[in-house]
T-cell receptor
Framework: AQSVAQPEDQVNVAEGNPLTVKCTYS??????LFWYVQYPNRGLQFLLK??????LVKGSYGFEAEFNKSQTSFHLKKPSALVSDSALYFC????????????FGAGTILRVKS | GAGVSQTPSNKVTEKGKYVELRCDPI?????LYWYRQSLGQGPEFLIY????????DSGLPNDRFFAVRPEGSVSTLKIQRTERGDSAVYLC????????????FGPGTRLTVL
C-alpha cells in the first residue's frame, strides 16, 4: 500500500529564515507526490506536485520541494519564511493501485514567528 | 473561476438522524472525490466518481454511507443513522483534463453528531 509519513508534528521557524517540512514516502512503482496547505477553517489548497522530470519542483507562494528517490523523501522548502506561511501542511501520494485517490500524511503545523 | 463549493458549511445533527452533504465541483471537472478529516488527522479517502459512476468506493466505512452523482456534476454524500463517530469535516475535491492528477478541494462541511 502507498503511504507517506510526516515525522514532525510541528516546525517552528523565525520569519526570514529558510524552512523545511519533511515528508517520506513508501510506494510501489514511481510516485506521484503532492503538497497541500490548510489554513484554519479552510479547505486544502494545492501547492505543488511531482510526477516526473526535475527533482526540484516549484509551486505556489514561493514554495518548492525536492524529490529524492534514494532517500524516498519529498521535503517542502522555502528560502525565506513569512508569518503568513503559518498553517497546517500535508504531504500526499497518489495511490496507483486504486485509481486516483490521494493518501495523506498526518500533517505538520508550521509556525513562523516574527 | 469558481472553485469547489460545499453546503452546508456546518451541520449539527442528533445521533440516529439522516444527513446529506452537497458538493459542487469546478465546472467541467469530470472526477469528484470525497474525503473525511477527523480532528488532528489527514484527510482519508471515501469515494471517487468518474462522471456519474463510482469508480472506487473502497473508503466508505460501512453501508450507512452512500454517495451519488446522477448527472456527472453535483454530488451528494448521504449518511444514514448517524453516529457520534461520524463527526468530522467532510471534504470534496474535483479534478479533470490535463491535470487529472491535481485535486482541488472545497472548504468542507463540518458535521457534528450529538
Amino acid at each position: 500500500a502507498q503511504s507517506v509519513a510526516q515525522p514532525e508534528d510541528q516546525v517552528n521557524v523565525a520569519e526570514g529564515n529558510p524552512l523545511t517540512v519533511k515528508c517520506t514516502y513508501s510506494v510501489s512503482g514511481n510516485p506521484y507526490l503532492f503538497w497541500y496547505v490548510q489554513y484554519p477553517n479552510r479547505g486544502l489548497q494545492f501547492l505543488l506536485k511531482y510526477i516526473t522530470g526535475d527533482n526540484l519542483v516549484k509551486g505556489s507562494y514561493g514554495f518548492e520541494a525536492e524529490f529524492n528517490k534514494s532517500q524516498t523523501s519529498f521535503h517542502l522548502k522555502k528560502p525565506s519564511a513569512l508569518v503568513s506561511d503559518s498553517a497546517l501542511y500535508f504531504c500526499a501520494v497518489r495511490d496507483m493501485e486504486y485509481g486516483n485517490k490521494l493518501v495523506f500524511g498526518a500533517g505538520t503545523i508550521l509556525r513562523v514567528k516574527s | 473561476g469558481a472553485g469547489v463549493s460545499q453546503t452546508p458549511s456546518n451541520k449539527v445533527t442528533e445521533k440516529g438522524k439522516y444527513v446529506e452533504l452537497r458538493c459542487d465541483p469546478i465546472s467541467g471537472h469530470t472526477a469528484l472525490y470525497w474525503y473525511r478529516q477527523s480532528l488532528g488527522q489527514g484527510p482519508e479517502f471515501l469515494i471517487y466518481f468518474q462522471g456519474t459512476g463510482a469508480a472506487d468506493d473502497s473508503g466508505l466505512p460501512n453501508d450507512r454511507f452512500f454517495a451519488v452523482r446522477p448527472e456527472g456534476s453535483v454530488s451528494t454524500l448521504k449518511i444514514q443513522r448517524t453516529e457520534r463517530g461520524d463527526s468530522a469535516v467532510y471534504l470534496c475535491a474535483s479534478s479533470a483534463g490535463l491535470e487529472i492528477d491535481t485535486q482541488y478541494f472545497g472548504p468542507g462541511t463540518r458535521l457534528t453528531v450529538l
